[in-house]
């Protein structure tokens, strides 16, 4: 079991920033390559963005492009996802995830964070 935890959320406007941090748990085959995913109410979760364990490769969904950057910071298994020109539609419960297969499979539940809530007001 890898334990992964999210922070950063929050209410914030349309047109405001927000960085989430994520930090995923050592074991044998780590450092991951991480993924961020999101669910919006009575939606089902999608990927946002995912980055290769060497931060060489990144993938964006196209809603997010040009506005989300996914990024990996010096301590190993920590990523980050820096969000700008947050719209409402944004709005969702964000979760980092270990990915198994690139650019979005994913483990179990095991290897999900709990998520963390990003509300962006009109």
């Known amino acids: 079991q890898v334990h992964v935890a999210e922070s950063g959320g929050g209410l914030v406007q349309a047109g405001d920033s927000l960085r989430l941090s994520c930090a995923a748990s050592?074991?044998?085959?780590?450092?991951?390559?991480m993924g961020w995913f999101r669910q919006a109410p009575g939606k089902e979760r999608q990927l946002v963005a995912s980055?290769?364990?060497?931060?060489?490769?990144?993938y964006y969904s196209d809603s997010v492009k040009g506005r989300f950057t996914i990024s990996r910071g010096n301590a190993r298994n920590t990523v980050y996802l820096q969000m700008n020109s947050l719209k409402p539609e944004d709005t969702a419960v964000y979760y980092c995830?270990?990915?198994?297969?690139?650019?979005?499979?994913?483990?179990?539940?095991?290897?999900w964070g709990k998520g963390t809530l990003v509300t962006v007001s009109a």
């Open positions: 980055i290769t364990w060497n931060a060489r490769t990144t």
């Open positions: 995830a270990v990915l198994s297969g690139w650019p979005s499979s994913t483990y179990g539940e095991d290897y």
């Open positions: 050592e074991r044998t085959f780590s450092p991951y390559d």
